[in-house]
C-alpha cells in the first residue's frame, strides 16, 4: 500500500482543537518485553549450553514489565508498575549490575507536555536521582493507511527510520573493547484515532491518536488495556524530585557510571548469574 504523507504541523494544529474540545483524561496499561542479546563467548568453563538457555530466559523474563499512561488532553506520566510483592531476581550479580546503570527502575516517571513539546524524567542511577528535562524528541513520522485491530480498536501504522551508533562491549584478555558501528533503526507504531490524544508510551508521541503498540526491533511495547474518563479522577503531576541536567548530560553521567560498573565487575573472579553460573571476564 502506498504511503500516506501527511504534515505532523496540521495534524498536532487539528488535535489540539479536537483535544480542547473535549476535556477528558484516561489511563493505558502496556506491557513490555526486550530481546536479549546476549552471547557467550568461546572458553566459558562450566557453562553448558542447558545453563545458557536458562539465563536468556531470565533475562527475557527481567524485561518484562507493566508500565502506565495516564494522560490528560495535553500532559502525561509513564511510570512502571510497583508491585507491593515483587520477586526477587534470581540473577545475583547480574541483576544488580543492570539495575545500578539506571534509566528504567520502578521510580522513574516520564513526564510529556505534547504541546510545549518538551519532557522530564525523574530518574535514578545508583541510588542517585536526576531530573532530566529537555525538549520532546521529534520523530517524521511516515503515516500508511494499513490498518490492524488492537483490542477493540482500529489502529493505522506509521514508521519512521532513524541511524542510530551500535556499540558491542566485549571483555577480552581483561580488557574492555568496544566495537563501534552505525545501523538504521525502524520502528513501527499503531495509534487508534479512536483516542484522540496524540500521546503514546515512553517517549513517543506526535500522531494523531493515542498510540498502542510500538516495535523498534529490540523493544515490544503493547497496550493490554485503556479505561477513559475513570472513576478515580486522574491528575498529572510534574516531578520535581532531583539533580536537574539536560539529556546530553544525563547520557554522558550513564556512560560514565556504565564503565564504571563494567571495570568493578571486571576486577571480580567473575560475575554470578545465579542457579550456579558465573561468566569470567578476560583470561
Excluded at 501527511?6 to 483524561?25: D, E
Excluded at 546503570?101 to 522530564?120: H, M, P
Aim: proline share 3%; charged share 30%; net charge positive.
Amino acid at each position: 500500500m502506498k504511503a500516506i504523507i501527511i504534515s505532523i504541523t496540521t495534524l498536532t494544529l487539528f488535535f489540539v482543537t479536537a483535544i480542547n474540545a473535549q476535556n477528558f483524561t484516561g489511563k493505558a496499561i502496556y506491557r513490555t518485553s526486550t530481546k536479549s542479546t546476549l552471547k557467550f563467548g568461546k572458553d566459558q568453563d562450566g557453562v553448558t549450553d542447558k545453563m545458557q538457555e536458562e539465563l536468556k530466559k531470565q533475562l527475557q523474563k527481567m524485561n518484562q514489565k507493566t508500565f502506565i499512561l495516564e494522560f490528560d488532553r495535553k500532559t502525561s506520566t509513564y511510570r512502571e508498575e510497583v508491585s507491593l510483592a515483587s520477586p526477587k531476581s534470581k540473577l545475583g550479580g547480574a541483576g544488580v549490575f543492570v539495575s545500578s546503570l539506571g534509566g528504567s527502575g520502578n521510580t522513574s516517571i516520564y513526564y510529556k507536555d505534547i504541546i510545549e513539546k518538551r519532557f522530564v524524567n525523574q530518574t535514578e542511577i545508583q541510588g542517585k536521582r536526576f531530573l532530566v528535562k529537555d525538549k520532546l524528541p521529534e520523530i517524521n513520522w511516515e503515516l500508511s493507511s494499513e490498518t490492524k485491530n488492537i483490542g477493540t480498536y482500529t489502529c493505522y501504522k506509521a514508521t519512521y527510520s532513524k541511524e542510530v551508533d551500535k556499540v558491542k562491549i566485549s571483555i577480552k584478555d581483561g580488557e574492555t573493547v568496544k566495537d563501534k558501528s552505525k545501523e538504521t533503526m525502524v520502528t513501527t507504531a499503531w495509534y487508534t484515532p479512536q483516542v484522540p490524544v496524540s500521546n503514546g508510551p515512553a517517549k513517543y508521541q506526535g500522531l494523531p491518536g493515542l498510540i498502542l503498540e510500538v516495535n523498534d526491533g529490540k523493544k515490544t511495547i503493547v497496550c493490554a488495556e485503556i479505561i477513559l474518563n475513570p472513576s478515580d479522577k486522574i491528575s498529572v503531576q510534574e516531578p520535581e524530585k532531583g539533580k536537574v541536567v539536560s539529556q546530553k548530560k544525563y547520557t554522558k553521567i550513564q556512560k560514565q557510571k556504565r564503565d564504571e560498573m563494567m571495570e568493578k565487575f571486571k576486577g571480580r573472579n567473575g560475575l554470578d548469574m545465579g542457579n550456579g553460573i558465573n561468566i569470567k571476564f578476560g583470561g
